[in-house]
C-alpha cells in the first residue's frame, strides 16, 4: 500500500499563489506518475497536473503557465506550485500515485486539501 499526505491548501485571493505538497509512503518502490486532480462541487473529479519519475509533465489547459508540478524522488514528494489563482480554481485538490504492481498499475488518492479563491 501507499500513503499519500497532502498539505498547503488554504484560501487566497484572487491572482494569489499557493503551494501543495504531497509526500508518499509504504510500498513507494515502482511508483511512476505522480500528480494532482481537483473535484469542484457538482463536477467530476478533473487532472490538474502529473508528472513522471523522470519529469516529464502533463498539465490541463485550464492550468497552463499558472501551475507548476514538480517533484522531489529522493524525498517521495510532488509539488504543485499555483499562481495567478481563479475562482474558477476553487476545488478539492487531490494527491494522485500510481505503482506498478507487477502485471498492473495500482492507483492511490490522497485525502484531499480545499483549495478557495475568493475575495
Known amino acids: 500500500q501507499v500513503q499519500l499526505v497532502e498539505s498547503g491548501g488554504g484560501s487566497v485571493q484572487p491572482g494569489g499563489s499557493l503551494r501543495l505538497s504531497c509526500a508518499a509512503s509504504g510500498s513507494i518502490f515502482r511508483i511512476n506518475v505522480m500528480g494532482w486532480y481537483r473535484q469542484a462541487p457538482g463536477k467530476e473529479r478533473e487532472l490538474v497536473a502529473a508528472?513522471?519519475?523522470?519529469?516529464?509533465?502533463n498539465y490541463a489547459d485550464s492550468v497552463k503557465g499558472r501551475f507548476a508540478i514538480s517533484r522531489d524522488n529522493a524525498k517521495n514528494t510532488v509539488y504543485l506550485e499555483m499562481n495567478s489563482l481563479k475562482p474558477e480554481d476553487t476545488a478539492v485538490y487531490y494527491c494522485?500515485?500510481?505503482?506498478?504492481?507487477?502485471?498492473?498499475?495500482?492507483?492511490?488518492w490522497g485525502q484531499g486539501t480545499q483549495v478557495t479563491v475568493s475575495s
Open positions: 508528472i513522471t519519475r523522470r519529469g516529464n509533465t
Open positions: 494522485n500515485a500510481q505503482r506498478w504492481v507487477g502485471v498492473t498499475w495500482a492507483t492511490y
